[in-house]
């Protein structure tokens, strides 16, 4: 988890109120999160960072793009992203959290914010993304091999249909 360092705060050196800080995420990112659906992104943070006696109040700023797959016509797209999430961190004699509240260790000197960065990005994908929610369209191809398939095969076929799916894109460069 090295490469995520440069997003720990050093809490402990801030003096009480407000501080800003600015990070990129990249690719690479979600490389360090085990089983990342997301793979590709282009994102700056924007972290509005609070330090009072009693807790720490965090507000991050996300805007991007990410990197996903179509459910529609199945072709990657860049998906914009703007997310506003609030964190609030407070002291406990152990480290526990619960929905809007992460409890550390009274006098714990810094906060590594990678993983929270990671899971906002991943609540913001809606279930169902496809090129409409980025305000582009489909590939008109790529429907039309899907669509004529889904009149052959019914919608529980689909691990079959989408391999047929390919086959028919083989046999129609094929017969060009
Ligand atoms: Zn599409």
Redesign the pocket.
């Known amino acids: 988890m090295d490469a995520l360092d440069h997003f720990t705060i050093p809490v402990s050196g801030l003096r009480m109120g407000q501080h800003t800080f600015n990070f990129k995420v990249e690719s690479d990112f979600f490389s360090h999160f085990e089983g990342s659906l997301l793979q590709q992104g282009d994102l700056t943070v924007q972290l509005d960072f609070d330090k009072r006696s009693d807790m720490w109040e965090l507000h991050f700023h996300i805007r991007g793009l990410v990197g996903t797959q ?1 459910d ?2 199945l ?1 990657d ?1 860049s998906l914009p992203m703007q997310i506003e999430e609030q964190l609030l961190v407070k002291f406990a004699e152990e480290e526990w959290e619960d929905d809007a509240v992460v409890y550390v260790l009274a006098g714990t000197p810094q906060l590594n914010v990678a993983r929270f960065i990671y899971e906002f990005i991943n609540l913001a994908v809606p279930m169902v993304k ?2 409409s929610t980025a305000g582009e369209a ?2 008109p191809e790529m429907l039309k091999f899907i669509r004529s398939e889904e009149d052959v095969a019914g919608p529980e076929d689909q691990p079959e249909s989408s391999s047929s799916v390919w086959d028919a894109l083989k046999g129609f460069k094929f017969d060009n």
């Open positions: 179509c529609r016509c072709e797209f496809t090129h489909c590939n």
